[in-house]
């Protein structure tokens, strides 16, 4: 475990991060509305690059200083500690896109999945309607490769645009695996101190996975995506479809990570918290959803504490009764689960 950065290295490096351009830096920064559980306490350092270069000049100056972060795209999918973290690195001002070709774009990782899916829609092109009603950005989406039942947001992806201290570079689809949750990237040029082989970054989004450590920190920058020309109706209704399932089965209204944990290959994680008995079950402020079992809301002011305990009594429930151990899809930072 690192000692915790003293408060002069903080304003140090606060004041060297105003000094580059295109880039927002915030101190003591509450970051609980930055996440859809709308949970956790302040940033001592909350940083957003609003282009790549103002990145990759915050990344090395981070590095310089051995200074550990976190990664924010849009929050949807991460438990923050009530007491806070150190240093945040928002991707959200990264929000770029531009067309390349027909079907064909180029986006920032703090672009939202919302505006893609819309972009979609007002363009005609099929491809992204799975991803309707998913929050968060396109970095966070393809960093755990997320998705629905018929589509996950690797089967878009032509490139990605990895940074790091060093800079930036595309790598190809080629180069990355993706799978269930699961983005693996092959990268020969990166300089891993973590990686044996030297030749394999891992950016699993797994239980306990934590390879993006400090000073290692790989950051997905952007992507290329690819499209398919259809109708604007066409997809338009097929997104109203996805959108009002999730609506019936999803509890939307409330405050959540959407899903806490992985479906395991056997059964759905929801429908094995459901068959435990544990719809409803309650930590404080916390409650597993009675729309969805596989959701833990935020039902009156929950603190991260509450959602974690939440956490581990349904999984200890679930394993006293199936012999199943769920493996959380949520991240957290500052917590452990
Ligand atoms: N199917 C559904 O209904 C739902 C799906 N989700 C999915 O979860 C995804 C989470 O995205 P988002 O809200 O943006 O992410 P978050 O802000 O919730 O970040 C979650 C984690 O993703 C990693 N991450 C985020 N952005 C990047 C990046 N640019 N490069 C590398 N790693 C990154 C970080 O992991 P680390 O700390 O390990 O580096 C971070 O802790 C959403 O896009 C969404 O699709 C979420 C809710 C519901
Ligand atoms: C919400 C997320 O993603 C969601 C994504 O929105 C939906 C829709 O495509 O499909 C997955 O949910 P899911 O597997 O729970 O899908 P659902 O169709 O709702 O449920 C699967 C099965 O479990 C049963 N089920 C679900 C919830 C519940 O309380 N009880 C229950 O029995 C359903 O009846 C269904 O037979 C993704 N979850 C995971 C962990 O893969 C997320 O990643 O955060």
């Not at 300089?191 to 993006?212: A, G, P, V």
């Not at 020309?229 to 479809?241: A, F, M, P, Q, T």
């Not at 833990?296 to 200890?316: G, P």
């Amino acid at each position: 475990m690192n000692k915790r950065p003293s408060r002069q290295l903080f304003e140090k490096i606060y004041t060297q991060l105003k000094g580059i351009p295109d880039i927002w830096v915030k101190r003591d920064s509450n970051l609980s509305s930055l996440t859809t559980f709308k949970i956790g306490g302040d940033a001592r350092l909350w940083i957003a690059p609003l282009s790549v270069d103002a990145l990759v000049s915050c990344l090395g100056l981070l590095k310089d200083n051995e200074i550990d972060f976190h990664i924010l795209g849009g929050g949807s999918n991460v438990i923050i500690s009530d007491h806070g973290v150190d240093c945040v690195l928002d991707t959200r001002g990264l929000a770029w896109i531009k067309s390349i070709g027909e079907g064909q774009y180029e986006v920032g990782a703090g672009f939202s999945l919302k505006r893609l899916v819309a972009l979609s829609v007002k363009n005609g092109l099929s491809g992204c309607e799975g991803l309707a009603g998913i929050p968060g950005s396109v970095g966070g989406a393809i960093a755990m490769n997320a998705g629905g039942k018929n589509v996950a947001i690797g089967d878009l992806v032509t490139h990605l645009l990895i940074a790091d201290s060093g800079g930036t570079r595309w790598i190809p689809r080629e180069k990355v695996q993706f799978g269930y949750r699961k983005c693996v990237i092959e990268d020969r040029s990166f300089n891993s101190t973590l990686n044996t082989q030297n030749s394999k970054l891992l950016m699993e989004r797994s239980f306990n996975s934590t390879l993006n450590t400090q000073n290692s920190k790989l950051i997905i920058a952007g992507a290329r995506i690819s499209l398919q020309k259809s109708r604007e109706r066409i997809v338009r209704d097929y997104v109203l479809s996805i959108m009002d399932r999730r609506k019936k089965t999803q509890p939307l209204g409330k405050p959540s990570a959407g899903c806490i944990f992985k479906n395991p290959r056997s059964t759905p994680a929801g429908k094995l918290i459901e068959m435990a008995g544990l719809k409803g079950m309650q930590c404080g402020g916390a409650a597993v959803s009675v729309k969805h079992a596989n959701f833990i809301v935020n039902l009156d002011r929950a603190r991260a504490q509450d959602v974690v305990d939440l956490i581990k009594r349904v999984r200890e429930k679930v394993f006293e009764n199936f012999n199943v151990l769920l493996e959380p899809e949520v991240k957290t930072m500052g917590v452990s689960l």
